[in-house]
């Protein structure tokens, strides 16, 4: 089955400096890949995903790039606030025939104001 | 619409104890599955289903028991508890497959003793 890692499980930024959070997956076949954030006591919510046929999607602050050949996904915060504090988590999965979506570990992001 | 909605919030048992996590959704979502979180392991899937009448075991099934009888219920069943067991539940509803947003549950804090 599907394996992704993520990295780095903690990460400490300035507010106002940029974030980076990285997975890598093993199944050459997913095609489909999301990014969740938790808030400390909440539910995990959807901010970004990107499937295989684009290498990279932003969404005002937030982006995330894709290296299929890599088999790599990354996402992308910048101008930190605050309120990005949160636990992000990566997640994979075959968009077709296989509905099994793989999260990775997690990062703790703490923004220093 | 309420979303997903999960419960209990809270539950402790002692082991060897049973009970049911109750998931229902009312977004007409066809997709619905079942994470368990725990520290540095992020989120794990134990079931999930297509639609009515159709599930599959996730990633770590082994002691949980699920069914989809409606589009709107997935409840989860624990036969017999253990303290391996203890974790925070969420349930996760899509529209169609599990290779698009995922709406989830507020969770369900289990602690088996």
């Known amino acids: 089955g599907e394996n992704v890692e993520q990295h780095p499980s903690t990460l400490s930024v300035q507010e106002g400096d940029s974030a980076v959070i990285k997975c890598t997956y093993s199944?050459?076949?997913?095609?489909?890949f999301p990014w969740y954030k938790q808030e400390l006591g909440k539910r995990p919510q959807l901010i970004i995903d990107i499937r295989s046929n684009v290498g990279e999607k932003k969404d005002q602050r937030i982006a995330v790039t894709l290296n299929k050949t890599a088999k790599h996904f990354s996402l992308h915060i910048t101008e930190t606030q605050p309120e990005d504090s949160a636990v992000y988590f990566c997640a994979a999965t075959s968009f077709f025939g296989n509905e099994k979506l793989t999260f990775g570990t997690g990062t703790r992001l703490t923004i220093i104001p | 619409n309420a979303g997903v909605t999960q419960t209990p919030k809270f539950q402790v048992l002692k082991t060897g104890q049973s009970m049911t996590l109750q998931c229902a959704q009312d977004m007409n979502h066809e997709y619905m599955s079942w994470y368990r979180q725990d520290p540095g392991m992020g989120l794990r899937l134990i079931h999930y289903s297509v639609g009515a009448g159709i599930t599959d075991q996730g990633e770590v099934p082994n002691g949980y028991n699920v069914s989809r009888s409606t589009t709107e219920d997935f409840p989860l069943r624990l036969l017999s508890a253990a303290p391996s067991q203890t974790s925070v539940y969420f349930c996760?509803?899509?529209?169609?497959?599990?290779?698009?947003?995922?709406?989830f549950g507020s969770g369900t804090q289990l602690s088996v003793l």
């Open positions: 199944d050459s076949a997913s095609n489909y």
């Open positions: 996760a509803s899509s529209y169609l497959t599990g290779n698009e947003k995922l709406f």
